[in-house]
């Protein structure tokens, strides 16, 4: 009899926060959008279509926001996003001309010029939709698995006091999939993998039974783990938390001690919109400012200012040997664990999507190539989480209520409250860079919330009341109070948060009649900010939450 493998269970996270302003031609945070799907998303669609041509058996789990999933459905958006790519692929024409007798630098523009030139051709088939309609493909074929998260990714830790908020985040999420995806998803991404007792309840009740915590929500869950995060738990409720593993994570995210430091990968920095200064970049650039490009013309070589011309070949085939290394590496963890544990590990590696491509080149060859080492692998392989999760589940029993484990092969635990990222405990989304907009969000919740459920009799306009859940919503992403604290886009993402909560205390104020109902400036928002057209305040906050 083969001895049962490993479990290898890779997640990407395909998220972006909700970027779109048609009050201008061209709007510079757009670009993010714009950067993630030729960098990141057709990369790695790529990537699966070249696995699957060869028939190679892989397993992955994605999640996919539904703020990302409506701006790949955006008409407007899918415009923008070619415009976006046949400015490049002009401007590549005119660089492989200017440096057709460069022997450093010919080649990596001839490299870009093929390369856009077929994410246009892609592209050309319905914009945004083109990616939703592959990542379908791939998800019927069952290769990839793709979950939800919630509806704008709010932190729902800081929403506890106002648990309505939560419960319509949740539904919201589920019901975009179900709208834009033909999909009623199973797993969930919680926001920032941010956890605590109670969530399992509301997860379950729209029918999602598994998600991913950080290493330690599973470690210092209550009972503790004697599998540490390389076993999955059951929660009371009967939700399947598994642990993300520190050590695959640190190997590929880290630029220091894992892959995308190599002095042979492409440098993110230096970007040809800063380099040079040519008129034919005219139309990369915002006005007089200069931005990234996403044309990178050398690899990272060192820590110094020198650089070498970077070699895509070369970089290739280094991605390849990284493949290689990390499946070896995942062996010898697995053998270990196996012995350690008595039984074969689940390795969970998580990380945001756009590691893959945007910030490491290489990271889409990469990823391709450890699905082709682990294809056939004796004693590991890819899996997927939904697949784990049903056969945990079918482990577990209710007796008077309570859930058990008949032959003690499932771990029945609450997993401990936390999060990913800096600490592990919230504080990136609460300090005192971003602390005070979680004031007026709690606010504006509570009022939305007593209007549906104590006041509704007062509402005159229930459309206006709708979009307040909407702006509510847009101000809760977790990625404003991310980006205050890093330090990136804080202009930017100050004027998101006042300009949703503005918006939401004025919708509230005109669905109640306390000001005149202004249908100019109404319609200019719900043109704005046309998120969930279909969603119903007094549905979603006014119902009684257990």
């Not at 997640?11 to 909700?18: R, W």
């Not at 201008?24 to 670009?31: A, D, G, I, Q, V």
């Not at 246009?120 to 945004?128: D, E, H, I, P």
């Not at 919330?449 to 809760?476: P, S, T």
Request: with cysteine.
């Amino acid at each position: 009899m083969t001895a049962e493998k490993s479990k290898w269970v890779p997640v990407l996270h395909f998220h972006l926060p909700f970027v779109r302003h048609p009050e201008m031609s061209k709007y510079l945070e757009e670009e993010w959008y714009f950067e993630a799907v030729t960098e990141t998303y057709l990369p790695l669609l790529e990537a699966f279509d070249n696995l699957e041509r060869d028939g190679v058996d892989y397993n992955l789990t994605i999640s996919l926001t539904p703020t990302l999933l409506t701006m790949m459905s955006d008409p407007l958006l899918s415009e923008r996003l070619l415009n976006y790519v046949y400015a490049r692929v002009k401007v590549l024409d005119e660089e492989a001309f200017r440096t057709q007798t460069d022997p450093d630098f010919h080649p990596v523009t001839l490299f870009y010029r093929e390369r856009y030139k077929n994410w246009a051709a892609k592209l050309n088939n319905g914009g945004g939709q083109y990616l939703i309609n592959q990542l379908l493909k791939h998800n019927k074929l069952g290769h990839i698995k793709i979950i939800t998260s919630a509806a704008t990714h709010g932190f729902l830790l800081f929403m506890v006091g106002e648990p309505e908020a939560i419960v319509a985040q949740i539904q919201v999420g589920v019901e975009t999939h179900e709208k834009l995806l033909g999909i009623k998803p199973s797993g969930i991404w919680l926001p920032e993998c941010g956890y605590t007792a109670g969530f399992d309840a509301i997860l379950s009740r729209y029918g999602i039974f598994y998600t991913f915590l950080d290493q330690h929500g599973i470690e210092m869950a209550s009972p503790e783990p004697p599998n540490g995060c390389f076993s999955p738990v059951v929660t009371p409720f009967g939700l399947v938390a598994f642990g993300r593993d520190p050590e695959s994570s640190r190997q590929v995210w880290s630029s220091k001690e894992g892959y995308p430091g190599t002095p042979i990968y492409r440098e993110f920095y230096r970007d040809i919109g800063f380099d040079l200064d040519l008129p034919h970049l005219t139309p990369l650039k915002h006005g007089s400012i200069k931005t990234f490009t996403g044309l990178k013309y050398y690899a990272i070589t060192g820590t110094g200012t020198y650089k070498e011309a970077y070699r895509p070949g070369a970089a290739k085939r280094k991605a390849l040997e990284h493949a290689e290394q990390f499946v070896y590496n995942r062996v010898l963890q697995g053998n270990y664990l196996k012995n350690a544990i008595g039984e074969p590990p689940v390795i969970v590696s998580m990380y945001d999507a756009e590691l893959f491509g945007h910030w490491w080149f290489e990271g889409p060859w990469w990823l391709e190539s450890v699905f082709r080492k682990l294809d056939n692998n004796s004693n590991i392989e890819s899996a997927s989480a939904e697949d784990i999760s049903k056969k945990t589940l079918s482990k577990v029993k209710s007796k008077e209520g309570m859930l058990y484990s008949p032959e003690e092969q499932v771990w029945i635990a609450q997993p401990a409250t936390s999060t990913w990222g800096g600490g592990g405990y919230s504080e990136v989304w609460l300090n005192g860079k971003n602390d005070e907009i979680q004031q007026f969000l709690s606010d504006a919740a509570i009022e939305l919330i007593d209007i549906c459920k104590n006041r509704y009799n007062e509402v005159i306009y229930g459309e206006a009341l709708n979009q307040a859940a909407r702006e509510l919503m847009l101000a809760e992403s977790s990625d404003w109070p991310f980006l205050l604290s890093t330090g990136q886009a804080v202009s930017y993402s100050e004027r998101r948060v006042k300009a949703h909560l503005i918006r939401a205390g004025k919708c509230i104020s005109m669905a109640i009649g306390t000001e005149p109902f202004d249908q100019q400036w109404f319609d200019d928002i719900c043109y704005k900010d046309n998120i969930f057209p279909w969603i119903n305040a007094k549905e979603l906050y006014g119902k009684d939450i257990c």
